[in-house]
């Protein structure tokens, strides 16, 4: 699943309570590519966070 972080200021992202390893969003387009459980952890646990669409 991919991701958007919309912050543009975080470009990288660890929150051990859900992820074993640190979450990197490209720089350009802020996406990041992640499983689907933790995709949706940092989905609902983010506001800057949301699950990229064939729109983006």
Do not use: H
Not at 35 to 56: C, M, N, T
């Amino acid at each position: 699943m991919f991701v958007i972080n919309e912050n543009s200021a975080t470009r990288r992202l660890y929150n051990d309570e859900i992820m074993d390893e640190p979450v990197e969003f490209a720089e350009t387009t802020g996406t990041a590519q992640v499983d689907q459980e933790l995709g949706k952890a940092l989905v609902s646990e983010y506001d800057s966070i949301r699950r990229k669409d064939d729109e983006d």
